[in-house]
């Protein structure tokens, strides 16, 4: 992955204001991305199809960020094996929104977005194998904590069968969509800008998911103007800003602690879907949120 660095967007040195700074964008995009499973329940449009206007939409405020990333940073352009990843990059991303929104029509958002998130269990062993990240046991106690209170935030909600089981399962595809996106995602870091990343990983993404909506015979265009307003929503909050944040914080933090905060996301999408879809949690899930939060911290103050 080194041999993708043309020339670093800093100098591998970042300081601890930085790590702060990185640690909260990231954060806030997992909370931003976590109003996501909500707002494809309230799309219009089948998953696949939601997918593609997630992606689409999200590109022209991308560019605004890219026009004004391209007049401050001047640089030398990328090879080609970095161009290859970052299209590799949206096609990874292509399947995790396709299964994903898929999983979230078929079983309770909480299942669907916790099983996403066992991603960080795909990530510890890429950042190992390809990033040589050797964290210490403070960040396996957190992995430890953050995953078990994933498991319990489930709760009762395992599917037993039919389409709930369907989709648990085609959260656990997502998740190993996503866990390879990220290690992607961190890869690219030290070539392109995050507005860089996100722009040109979103347009293909987006162009990639067009034919998979339509030899699923799912409609591309919602009808009336709420259902606009809410893929717009859907791509500028999730995609542009949630997913935007996030792989900017990936420039500055390990991947494998980063994609550990990354699980306030379904924790996120586990209150929003108590408040907004009476999917409400029980004593078991709530200690399950707190046991994340613990995960998180745990491993945040681990030296990786």
Do not use: C
């Not at 007049?71 to 970095?82: H, I, L, N, Q, T």
């Not at 190993?176 to 870091?189: D, I, T």
């Not at 070539?191 to 979103?202: E, H, N, R």
């Not at 015979?217 to 929503?233: C, M």
């Amino acid at each position: 992955m080194a041999s993708l660095q043309n020339e670093p967007l800093d100098d591998g040195r970042t300081t601890a204001a930085d790590a702060r700074l990185a640690t909260l964008a990231v954060i806030l995009g997992a909370i931003a991305v976590g109003f996501s499973p909500i707002l494809v329940r309230y799309s219009p449009l089948e998953p696949t199809a939601t997918a593609v206007h997630r992606a689409l939409l999200a590109v022209p405020l991308l560019a605004l960020g890219f026009l004004f990333r391209g007049r401050v940073e001047k640089r030398r352009p990328a090879g080609r094996k970095a161009w290859a990843l970052l299209i590799f990059a949206g096609l990874l991303f292509a399947g995790d929104l396709a299964t994903w929104h898929w999983s979230i029509r078929l079983t309770t958002v909480a299942n669907a977005t916790l099983f996403a998130n066992m991603a960080p269990v795909v990530v510890a062993i890429g950042a190992w194998l390809l990033f040589r990240e050797r964290p210490g046991p403070g960040y396996y106690l957190g992995l430890a904590l953050a995953v078990g209170g994933t498991l319990l935030l489930l709760g009762d909600g395992f599917g037993l069968g039919g389409e709930r089981l369907l989709g648990d399962l085609l959260g656990l595809l997502t998740a190993l969509w996503f866990g390879a996106y990220l290690l992607a995602v961190k890869a690219l870091r030290g070539v392109f800008s995050a507005t860089t990343l996100m722009f040109w990983s979103s347009f293909v993404t987006g162009l990639a998911l067009i034919p998979v909506a339509l030899l699923s015979g799912e409609a591309l265009l919602p009808a009336g103007t709420d259902g606009w307003i809410t893929l717009i929503t859907l791509a500028w909050l999730a995609q542009a800003i949630g997913q935007g944040l996030i792989a900017w914080g990936f420039g500055h933090l390990p991947v494998g602690l980063s994609s550990l905060i990354i699980l306030i996301e379904p924790l996120t999408a586990a209150i929003l879907g108590a408040l907004l879809l009476g999917e409400f949690l029980g004593p078991y899930e709530s200690v399950g949120a707190a046991l994340v939060l613990a995960g998180i911290l745990v491993a945040r103050r681990e030296r990786v």
